[in-house]
């Protein structure tokens, strides 16, 4: 089995994957989304038998809240859930900006972020970028892509940060910190608003391709958020399945690192989980050019910045390199749900799907 399940994370991702024997499948969890999801998640862990309770693998993209969140509420704040073990936890730390590998010890108080800082000082305790020797989960443009498998053959390559998008974080990481021990607020949670514009409340005016073509050629500038840049973004292949998860990584970085596992030609995709849930600063033409998809992942509900944006799923569907692709959401808005009038469908080719609010969406893959 090859499974996908997008958890209901309010505006953030939360992403469980099993692979392997059906019986008893290895499994993964990306984010957990804010720190309500959180919880939803910790619940779902204790519903499984103690002994099921195992995790090859637990990746935090970047320390935006609706994707940070969920792992303080569900672990590092929470008591132990008997039988849980984490093999790995990928998450770059303050330590990590500036290229340093991580040093464990129960007397070191890490710097970052208020959420990053609380993660970081559980994190010390567990098994932290093991398959990095401590270091960076990055990708280091001219050197080879950093590749880890997993059992039962599951290839990771890793596609970003780059070096340069974990510098770039630490000046805004240093002051959240400052802003936190001033306030006395380091047990609260502390979210860079970062740049990105309200999304419309209103759907778009569509009626033609060349309304389609017109929304999507919208320039709308890029993401300027630090702390998105650091995402960390993957490439999973299991058996002759591809999937990128992207978490909130720039557009550009993106193209760069598909364009480093496929240099020759795009690369084929079964599934994308689209950047920053659909932000039309995250995800612009070249990227949707940079592969052939079949199927384009969302995860948000809408909440906060209305995502996704409608610009965003006009590029996928003027610039798509596949016919009828799949537009599939974790859980129905108001903004998604635009997507599935059948006029548009029929007028542009494509198909949706939906989860629900209470479970999400899993995907066979």
């Keep these: 089995m090859f499974e996908l399940s997008a958890l209901p994370a309010r505006q953030g991702d939360a992403i469980w994957i099993r692979w392997g024997a059906a019986a008893n499948p290895h499994q993964m969890i990306i984010d957990m989304g804010t720190g309500g999801s959180g919880k939803k998640v910790r619940q779902r862990i204790l519903d499984l038998p103690e002994n099921r309770r195992i995790f090859d693998l637990i990746v935090v993209t970047h320390v935006d809240e609706d994707h940070i969140g969920g792992l303080l509420t569900c672990l590092a704040e929470a008591d132990p859930i008997p039988g849980f073990k984490a093999k790995d936890v990928w998450f770059n730390g303050f330590e990590h900006l500036s290229g340093q590998s991580i040093t464990t010890g129960p007397n070191l108080e890490p710097l970052g972020p208020a959420q990053g800082e609380k993660l970081s000082n559980w994190l010390r305790t567990q098994a932290w970028n093991k398959a990095f020797a401590g270091a960076p989960v990055r990708r280091v443009p001219g050197e080879a892509v950093k590749t880890v498998r997993l059992h039962d053959n599951l290839k990771l390559s890793v596609l970003g940060p ?204």
């Design 162 to 365: 780059t070096p340069e998008r974990l510098e770039a974080f630490i000046d805004t990481w240093k002051e959240e910190v400052r802003i936190a021990i001033e306030n006395g607020r380091l047990d609260e949670a502390i979210v860079s608003p970062g740049l990105e514009v309200l999304g419309s409340e209103e759907p778009p005016v569509l009626e033609n391709a060349s309304d389609l073509e017109d929304l999507a050629t919208e320039s709308d500038g890029k993401d300027g958020s630090a702390a998105n840049g650091s995402s960390i973004a993957l490439l999973l292949e299991y058996e002759d399945r591809k999937l990128i998860l992207a978490g909130d990584a720039f557009s550009d970085d993106l193209v760069e690192g598909i364009k480093a596992v496929s240099p020759d030609e795009r690369l084929h995709l079964d599934l994308f989980k689209l950047p920053h849930h659909g932000s039309k600063k995250n995800v612009h033409i070249e990227l949707v050019e940079s592969v052939d998809c079949d199927r384009w992942l969302i995860s948000t509900d809408g909440t906060r910045f209305k995502h996704p944006d409608a610009e965003a799923v006009a590029r996928i569907l003027a610039f798509r390199t596949v016919a009828d692709p799949l537009l599939s959401f974790n859980t129905p808005s108001k903004f998604n749900g635009w997507w599935k009038k059948q006029e548009w469908i029929d007028m542009f080719g494509y198909e949706v799907e939906y989860g629900s609010a209470e479970d999400g969406l899993t995907i066979e893959l």
